[in-house]
């Protein structure tokens, strides 16, 4: 059973952001700080990356943990309430991310997933420099 009321819940879940998230805004200072240069939601592009580096045709999604089922992650949890619904739209979303990376490749372009539990900050700095390491990658 839900704790809040549903006009609550429902004013709650209306707050949640699909661009522009803190995760994402803190990976994008910080390949920022060390010199790397984007675009933002490209909506040319399948899935509409969160960064995309033409420089090196190479697109990074920026993936909460909960909404996109990071495989293994303790935040990825399954709410106890409504269960066959959120199953349903889970691995839709799943599903979704599958078929726009596929999309994105079939273009010709590399995707790179990070994680929201990549970008704590005990984890960061690894995150940021494994970034940097698969963009260098790409420009050979």
């Known amino acids: 059973m839900d704790i809040v009321d549903p006009k609550t819940r429902s004013r709650m879940m209306s707050n949640i952001k699909g661009k522009n998230t803190k995760p994402e805004m803190l990976l994008r200072r910080a390949l920022h700080h060390i010199g790397f240069r984007y675009l933002l939601h490209d909506k040319r592009l399948p899935g509409k990356p969160d960064l995309l580096f033409p420089k090196y045709k190479s697109a990074v999604f920026v993936h909460g943990c909960f909404w996109h089922r990071h495989p293994g992650?303790?935040?990825?949890?399954?709410p106890s309430t409504r269960r066959a619904f959120w199953e349903k739209k889970l691995l839709g979303n799943?599903?979704?991310?599958?078929?726009r990376i596929e999309e994105l490749e079939s273009l010709g372009w590399r995707v790179l997933v990070v994680w929201e539990c990549e970008l704590?900050?005990?984890r960061v700095d690894e995150t940021v420099a494994r970034c940097r390491e698969w963009l260098l990658a790409g420009a050979k």
């Open 73 to 78: 992650c303790k935040n990825a949890t399954m």
């Open 94 to 99: 799943v599903a979704r991310d599958r078929k």
């Open 120 to 122: 704590t900050k005990a």
